[in-house]
């Protein structure tokens, strides 16, 4: 949800031996760009918007039809309801927008939810914080990929047949283009999405406000009912409704936080540019999906989930559950249908293209909210460095993995996912705006100037505000959705919650063992015993024969396992006839095994002479074909991970380049 | 197919950072077993029958179904020829085994079908054999599990609706089985098969022939009709249904090799005793496969498979697909159940049982012939070491994968993967007498004495004997089945001939490569320059400082990268106050990225000193769990395997062993 992949160069390097799987990787991410990372670049608003509001804006390509199918439960009187909850959801959305405002002028440096939590309320709850957002990455590429799904069966009614197949192969496709370095996306879809919108709900409005014409939707003339036949559900049967509608509806608000995050990458003065895109997206989002909830009202939208219970009624009676194209499908065939037909066609492809955009987002906002996290010791800290591109491939991989996940268990539903969806983000909201209020109680504490203090005291009253209003939010949301799969989502919170603390914890107590203290016996070794394992007479070999008599050591011991009687024999004359220098020793191999018997002979000779450090010289094969690797080096690895056990060892490589590497690195150098 | 998993003490080894894949392995396959391996246990001739043969007496249960289901597909006609094919078949079975039992004594020390035909007819009829068997080891497993999930249908019906399900746990629990270490299959399941068949076949002649009872099948009252509404077939239909039928039947013969395979396992006079029990094998099998095919013929058992194309008529004139209860199934059910009908489900269990340790012989076979490919060196090396239990796992692990695709793929129909599965033992066969054929030949011009030569005539007309009969089976079924599926299976062996012929090549090209002479320089680097990579200061780096001293460099650098300029600063100052001797030199690192500074150091250090070695020192963190390895030494490992690409560099492990590393070590050594 912010732009740093713009600034990373991503790139593949040889890792060792290589496995099978790393093989295939290479094979589809393709070679390795040996660039180095670039300074991150600044935008300019009308840059930074497009790039950082596209998940928020595109969330009114499918709150407005969450909320129709909700009240569908309710049957008729449902949708008597409708625009009071988009404009409910539109007050939340204005008071998180003021909000978040106040967020990014005081931490002009990028206060993400997480760092806000962190920072005033302590670890645990910015831990918490970053488990809601790490969830909510997952369900934001999964819900808006879904939703574009369900966009393009509108203009391809066959993809109907496969949308679980095409959701996962959307999925993969981002996963890939990022992986192989998206140079940040564009600008146009957002602004042609916008201007589609607000197009179509001008002419609708307009033609029906002006003009008087009565345009009907092609669901207008259905009825709907709700399960078991409720056609007008009443007391606290319709309140439950709402109250699930109002939550779906808020994941309209979803995606604003990444304004807020994506701060340093405004131009200066960064923290008022972001607060003026904060606003315009806001009013944007806000008009966007009361406008939307409106028309829909005014062409008598009706929408029902196929599986939710709910059924259409036909004005001769027939029943069915078959749903009809989404809220934006049916207003912009209303709307253009009759008078310019590619309006329709443009107004959903630009809203399939942004909800790709929106999920894009998520490929950049989860591996940079991770680096954080391991920057912090909370992840794995290979996950942190930032030109490492390892640490974002990783990342990716895992937000696709488990994207596909959702998208598969779920069937690619958007209703069902929505169910998990929303919680996470305001569970964010909320500890955020919570400690904004602390953030400002400790800064009025010693603010003496009169006129800080009074801008201080309103943006504390602003984000009082904020935070019981999302607070209550998130109560209404857990309320109404929790036996609906909120708990799903609560759940894998929970269970990155636990990880991060027990990384923390682990790598605390490695540091603390680890440290330096006086105490501690700062003694040499005094001799270093050189022993080379040798496999056969050949150019490697001889290679760390070389290095190892370059190295002096106390002692050289060449040391051979006898696997193949002939193959011995064959070695001992060769070595004789060479007169190296070094002995050759021959050691027994009863079952036809190398590491074992040359471990016990390490082992031997530390004990021995406990005093000194054994020094092993180990030959290694560097081929420059990934398949190649699978050949060579098994047995060293072996051995050398076996001797990272022994004390008093140090293992020694010595790469002999085979001309396929030496190729390879040629024609890195040329590209 | 032979049981060298007797004597191999799998276990599991650190191999350094470790992979998730790896660790998950560890948490399924269990802690590693560090005993040494241990020499092969000899069988006697009651143990090496059922250990050895399960494989080639288990195909009774599938091969009179096969051929009564094919033959279905000429209606009713085929079911005249049931007894004459299967007497076809058994008298292939007989040559097959008098051959074998000449093989048996010329190559005492086990004579694979790969072996032979590598020895006498060259490398590529050897790698073709391999690559046959290779496939055919797949398609054993498959076969067999699927076959056992259809007789468990017989006894629990509910198991039709997840046969695919079943099967492919089933693979995955005899790969789990073996991964664990199976200490060689119990030898019961093959004495209750072969005893509770008899018993059947004799009650059931017994009560037909000699009390004159008329037993009738549950199918005796269907007829059969052929695709298409053929009920009886005639002219080339009927032929080419009758060639398929014979193929089919055909797979009775698969497992025979296993035997002539196990030779090194049996007791000494090995060869003696190997012929024996490869001729008891011979008369069971053609005896069980005969008696069954007329059972089944005298109490009217009709077989036809649902999606074959053949339907049932019911004397009523209604007609069904779908199928009936297996041969053996439907005659334990004739014979017992109006008696005695534990009978029965004895019968079917034990064929079950017998599936399955067919089935698990491929588990063994699979990995020993990769094991003695790789030592050829036409698989990669680390496959052949006999007590590096990663070799074998490796196998078991790619064999189960393989056979799980083909039981999805052939959604575990045993009549659809039976069209793969005779090809490859028929290539082997074949082979392997033509290989025998000039074996003798060869054997003949040197032998003088008269009655050796009379012995070897007599062995060589056998061996073109059976080199004629397979080799025209062969031809049939190529022919009957080669559209039908054998084109899959040979696909597959033309992949793996091709992989192995590449690897051989690739060996051959590096041992040219490598290979020492005379007019190489052996001059020694002149000093060795020792680097030490310092990110942070704690014990680890305070041993690779120390070690780096007794080595004795010409020069000691540390080197440091500054990321993060606080904790520069904080090393920086701890550095001046420790004292150590060594002038730590900072690297400034624009994009706070360790590795690319790091290797642009040591590049220009080589550059500056093109005689120099230049050895870098990196501490690594040795754990002692596998998922503590995830969260250390990433930035290690990459530096180390970039390092790898540069000539005039040794790289320089210095472990350090966490508390968690050495309590591990403890509690192994305790056990």
Redesign the interface.
């Known amino acids: 949800m912010d732009c740093s992949s713009i600034a990373i160069a991503r790139s593949w390097?040889?890792?060792?031996p290589m496995?099978i799987?790393t093989g295939l990787k290479r094979l589809v991410v393709g070679r390795r760009l040996a660039n180095?990372?670039?300074?991150p670049t600044l935008l300019p608003k009308r840059l930074a918007l497009p790039r950082l509001a596209s998940d928020a804006l595109s969330s009114v390509a499918y709150a407005p039809d969450e909320i129709l199918i909700t009240l569908s439960l309710a049957g008729m009187t449902g949708y008597l309801f409708s625009w009071q909850i988009g404009l409910g959801v539109g007050i939340v959305l204005a008071v998180v927008v003021v909000s978040y405002r106040q967020t990014v002028r005081a931490y002009p440096d990028g206060g993400g939810d997480y760092q806000v939590a962190s920072a005033n309320l302590g670890k645990h709850a910015g831990l918490t914080v970053a488990s809601a957002l790490l969830v909510d990455y997952v369900l934001t590429v999964a819900v808006s990929v879904c939703a574009a799904v369900v966009h393009l069966k509108v203009l391809w009614p066959a993809a109907a047949n496969h949308q679980i197949l095409i959701a996962v192969t959307v999925i993969a496709i981002l996963a890939l283009v990022n992986l192989r370095g998206a140079r940040g996306s564009a600008a146009w879809p957002t602004y042609v999405f916008v201007i589609s919108v607000f197009t179509m709900l001008g002419i609708g409005l307009f033609r029906i406000l002006v003009l008087g014409q009565e345009l009907r939707s092609e669901t207008a003339e259905l009825t709907v009912i709700g399960p078991e036949g409720v056609d007008h559900a009443m007391g606290w049967v319709l309140v439950a409704v709402i109250a699930r509608a109002f939550s779906s509806g808020c994941a309209a608000l979803t995606g604003v936080e990444a304004v807020a995050n994506g701060v340093p990458y405004f131009r200066p003065p960064k923290s008022r540019n972001a607060a003026t895109v904060l606003a315009i997206v806001g009013v944007l989002a806000f008009a966007m999906l009361l406008g939307v909830v409106v028309l829909a009202r005014l062409t008598g939208v009706h929408l029902i989930d196929e599986l939710g219970g709910a059924s259409y009624l036909a004005p001769d009676g027939s029943t069915s559950t078959v749903g009809a194209a989404t809220v934006t499908g049916q207003l912009a065939q209303t709307v253009f249908g009759d008078w310019f037909l590619p309006g329709s066609y443009i107004v959903v492809g630009a809203t399939l293209a942004i909800l790709l955009m929106a999920a894009n987002t998520g490929f950049t906002g989860f591996p940079t909210l991770a680096s954080v996290l391991a920057k912090d010791g909370f992840l794995?800290?290979?996950l942190h460095?930032?030109?490492?591109r390892?640490a974002f491939s990783n990342g990716i991989v895992l937000l696709a993995g488990a994207a596909a996940v959702m998208v598969v268990a779920f069937e690619a539903s958007v209703t069902a996912l929505i169910q998990l969806y929303v919680v996470g983000v305001f569970i964010a909201f909320t500890l955020g705006q919570v400690g904004m209020v602390k953030h400002w109680g400790r800064a009025l504490r010693s603010e003496q100037d009169r006129g800080g203090r009074r801008r201080m005291t309103r943006a504390r009253v602003i984000n009082i505000i904020g935070a019981v209003i999302t607070g209550g939010v998130l109560v209404i949301v857990l309320i109404s959705k929790f036996l609906h799969g909120a708990w799903i989502a609560l759940l894998a919170m929970g269970l990155s919650y636990t990880l991060m603390v027990a990384?923390d914890r682990?790598?605390a107590q490695?540091?603390a063992?680890?440290?330096?203290d006086a105490r501690?016996d700062?003694g040499?070794?005094?001799?270093?015993r050189a022993v080379i394992l040798v496999q056969?007479?050949?150019?490697?070999t001889?290679k760390a024969l070389?290095?190892a008599?370059?190295?002096?050591?106390t002692s050289l011991m060449a040391v051979a396992i006898a696997?193949d009687d002939e193959e011995t024999r064959r070695l001992s004359q060769?070595w004789a006839k060479?007169d190296f220098g070094i002995p050759l020793r021959v050691i027994a191999s009863p079952?036809?095994?190398?590491?074992?018997p040359f471990l016990k002979y390490v082992s031997e000779l530390r004990t021995e002479n406990p005093r000194d450090?054994v020094?092993v010289y180990i030959p290694?094969?560097?081929v420059g074909r990934w398949w190649?690797s699978?050949?060579?080096n098994?047995?060293a690895?072996?051995i050398?991970?076996?001797?990272?056990?022994?004390?008093g060892?140090?293992?020694?490589?010595?790469?002999?380049?085979?001309?396929s590497?030496r190729r390879k690195?040629q024609r890195q150098a040329r590209s």
């Open positions: 390097v040889y890792r060792g496995s799987v180095a990372p670039a300074a794995p800290r290979q460095t930032r030109g490492d390892l990384i682990h790598y490695v540091r063992e680890l440290a330096l501690q700062r040499l070794p005094s001799r270093v056969q007479l050949n150019l490697p001889l070389n290095y008599k370059a190295s002096r050591a696997v060769a060479e079952y036809r095994e190398i590491t074992q450090v020094a290694d094969y560097v190649e699978l050949l060579h098994q047995t690895a072996l050398r991970s076996r001797l990272h056990h022994m004390t060892v140090m293992v020694i490589s010595v790469p002999y380049q085979l001309s590497s690195e």
